[in-house]
């Protein structure tokens, strides 16, 4: 018998069996005993997977990098993260309240964030 063909027998074998275990059972004083669980199952030896987690990052991981500001009368703009924003626009869920000639004032849920030009 060729190996392969060998080794698909011996799989369905063990597919189409019950799987069952040698040790004694305490019921009957020995014998074959149906095991509780599947002993190929990685579920029962693995952690479980994480979580996924949505897309907007937590507050200790969220970062934004102000590269620029354009304080004008009626239209000042910012350029945070790579993206020109004016007041009142949103970034990752924060509303882009203020913007001052060094710094933006951004805020979530109440909360106010200063985010400055870095040197």
Request: hydrophobic residues 40%; negative net charge; proline residues 10%.
């Amino acid at each position: 018998m060729k190996p392969f063909t060998r080794c698909c027998l011996l799989a369905w074998l063990a597919l189409s069996s019950p799987i069952v275990s040698a040790q004694p059972g305490p019921a009957e004083g020995g014998g074959i005993q149906p095991l509780h669980r599947d002993p190929f199952d990685a579920s029962a030896i693995l952690p479980p997977p994480l979580a996924a987690k949505p897309d907007q990052a937590t507050e200790a991981e969220l970062t934004f990098e102000l590269k620029a500001t354009l304080v004008a009368k009626e239209h000042p703009l910012a350029h945070i993260n790579g993206q020109i924003l004016t007041v009142g626009e949103t970034i990752d869920g924060y509303r882009l309240r203020q913007i001052g000639e060094n710094q933006v004032v951004l805020e979530k849920d109440g909360k106010s964030m200063t985010v400055s030009l870095q040197p």
